[in-house]
């Protein structure tokens, strides 16, 4: 089966998602950027796509670091509509891309936090 693309609402947020990212000092941050990020992208897609309305929040979604992960909600992933364009789109793919900023990101930040340390002694 034909994956459905949404490479238009990823190139969309692409510009505001590098701009969050570039500013992030913490963990904390990058990870506020992704599930921001997805909020929008999913909200934007299940209103123009899929013509429903699903109260989406940035809480709903998570950067596990320790396991390189993304998490989603199981109150949203229980929705039909996201389960539908989990399936048949590349959301997943677009979502894994916008991790591998965040960890990256996170990996600059460790790296420059452990050079602070050194640099202080």
Do not use: G, P, Q
Not at 60 to 65: E, G, K, R
């Amino acid at each position: 089966m034909k994956k459905i693309s949404f490479v238009k609402y990823e190139n969309e947020f692409i510009h505001e998602f590098n701009d969050l990212i570039n500013k992030s000092e913490d963990f904390n941050d990058a990870s506020n950027a992704f599930s921001h990020i997805a909020k929008k992208i999913f909200t934007k897609i299940i209103n123009e796509e899929y013509k429903n309305d699903i109260d989406i929040k940035d809480e709903d979604f998570d950067v596990d670091f320790k396991n390189e992960k993304y998490k989603i909600s199981k109150k949203l992933f229980s929705n039909e509509t996201i389960k539908k364009m989990y399936e048949e789109s590349d959301i997943e793919a677009i979502l894994e891309r916008f991790l591998k900023s965040v960890l990256n990101r996170a990996k600059h930040l460790k790296n420059l936090d452990k050079k602070n340390k050194i640099d202080r002694r």
